[in-house]
């Protein structure tokens, strides 16, 4: 189950268009091993945009909150 969250957050990502988590969201699906850029994008995505009201916001926390799973 939270593989499958975690991959349709991260597809999200990758579709956003905001390079900041789309580039590391993309590598991580494709099979890079880039854990620590994708984690410490998303912490820098909710630092900068995470209280703004868009779609997004919930979806940095959980995705924080699913690290361990990645």
Known sequence: MEEHELRT???RFAGS???LIAAPATDYL???DCTDRL???VEQANE???SCGCEYDALY???LE???AL
């Open 48 to 50: 900068e945009c995470g």
């Open 17 to 19: 268009g905001w390079e």
């Open 9 to 11: 957050i991260l597809q």
């Open 39 to 41: 984690i410490s994008a």
């Open 61 to 63: 926390v959980r995705l």
């Open 66 to 68: 699913l690290k361990n």
């Open 30 to 32: 494709n099979g890079e």
